[in-house]
């Protein structure tokens, strides 16, 4: 069992940055590739990006790659999403998550934590 306890968000101004941490407890978080994803109103729930079990490997929706950076600290058991030159597009509710697997799919992760709204203004 893993236990997600999410952080950050709020709103910004368009071209601003947020940051979204995620706090992990339970069971050995270093055996669990993390993965964001987001779900804006009335559109169904977005793969956002992953990040591997060591932190080696990342990658990214098109939509984000660039402007987002997920990380790992495993000595902590944190996951962060930095998102930098938002848009009024990126605004919804971002969610992380922990799978054995990883990948860009929802169905692979087995733990969520509670998410978190951005809101994204011009």
């Known amino acids: 069992q893993v236990q997600l306890v999410q952080s950050g968000g709020g709103s910004v101004q368009v071209g601003g940055s947020l940051n979204l941490s995620c706090a992990a407890s339970?069971?050995?978080?270093?055996?669990?590739?993390m993965g964001w994803f987001r779900q804006a109103p009335g559109k169904e729930r977005e793969f956002v990006g992953t990040?591997?079990?060591?932190?080696?490997?990342?990658y990214y929706a098109d939509s984000v790659k660039g402007r987002f950076t997920i990380s790992r600290d495993n000595a902590k058991n944190t996951v962060s999403l930095q998102m930098n030159s938002l848009k009024p597009e990126d605004t919804a509710v971002y969610f992380c998550?922990?799978?054995?697997?990883?990948?860009?799919?929802?169905?692979?992760?087995?733990?969520w934590g509670q998410g978190t709204q951005v809101t994204v203004s011009s």
């Open positions: 339970g069971s050995t978080f270093s055996n669990y590739a």
């Open positions: 998550a922990a799978g054995k697997l990883g990948g860009s799919r929802g169905g692979l992760y087995d733990y």
């Open positions: 990040i591997s079990w060591s932190g080696s490997s990342a």
